[in-house]
């Protein structure tokens, strides 16, 4: 079946604006997670969903950032009055979410985000 | 600090030429490891992977290679190709909570492999 889906591919914003990613995990995949890409950096994690709950929300990097899933399926990650320092490339993976240690996250393209 | 880490940002080698790309580890407590791959403008991609009761695992044309001792994680690519220009990442388990479910993972800032004809 297909990939992890994200969207837009590409956001460009006015400081102070809010913006919405969206990502479609494959399906059947119970364990869905977003991450944040700086430029020449590694990934940091955001947040974790199995199922619809997320149990740690202790990466997110601040209050202007919330997630939410819906149906187990599709994920949005909202940034709230966007500042310049949140521009970076967000990724979203997914996994069966079968508790074993040994559960491969596959990433989808990830949505870069430009703020002005 | 940051937990997982790379050696070198960037390896230049010869096409046809083995690589390879180091990584060391800072939690002890870690017991699954990951290489991604991640070519420009797409996510990362599932390379290989090992548990910590392992020291070695091979794939096609890869081998990772696991030293609990020294903490330190490496990817061989034999007869490396064009294709594998990419960025690549190694990843650590971080379990997210004790009631079960898939865990997070911690990377590392990335090697830079550039593929010299």
């Known amino acids: 079946g297909a990939g992890v889906s994200q969207s837009p591919s590409n956001k460009v914003t006015e400081k102070g604006k809010d913006v919405e990613l969206r990502c479609d995990p494959i399906?059947?995949?119970?364990?869905l997670y977003w991450y944040r890409q700086s430029l020449g950096q590694g990934l940091e994690f955001l947040i974790y969903?199995?199922?619809?709950?997320?149990?740690?929300k202790s990466g997110l990097p601040s209050d202007r950032f919330s997630a939410e899933r819906t149906g187990g399926s599709v994920s949005t990650l909202t940034i709230q009055r966007t500042q310049q320092e949140d521009s970076a490339v967000y990724l979203c993976?997914?996994?069966?979410?079968?508790?074993?240690?040994?559960?491969?996250?596959?990433f989808g393209p990830g949505t870069r985000l430009t703020v002005l | 600090g940051e937990s997982v880490g790379l050696h070198l940002p960037t390896l230049s080698v010869q096409e046809g030429d083995n690589s390879i790309i180091n990584c060391a580890y800072s939690?002890?407590?870690?017991?699954?490891f990951i290489w991604y791959k991640q070519e420009s403008g797409k996510g990362p991609q599932f390379i290989i992977d090992?548990?910590?009761?392992?020291d070695k695992r091979q794939g096609q044309r890869v081998t990772v290679l696991l030293n609990k001792t020294v903490k330190h994680l490496s990817l061989q690519i034999a007869a490396t190709q064009p294709g594998d220009s990419a960025v690549y990442f190694c990843?650590?388990?971080?379990?997210?909570?004790?009631?079960?479910?898939?865990?997070?993972?911690?990377f590392g800032k990335g090697t830079h492999l550039i593929i010299q004809p």
């Open positions: 993976a997914s996994s069966l979410g079968t508790g074993y240690l040994t559960d491969t996250q596959y």
């Open positions: 399906s059947g995949h119970t364990a």
């Open positions: 969903f199995q199922g619809n709950s997320a149990p740690d």
């Open positions: 939690n002890s407590a870690s017991d699954y």
């Open positions: 090992i548990r910590s009761n392992m």
């Open positions: 990843a650590e388990n971080m379990p997210l909570y004790s009631g079960g479910g898939a865990d997070g993972l911690t």
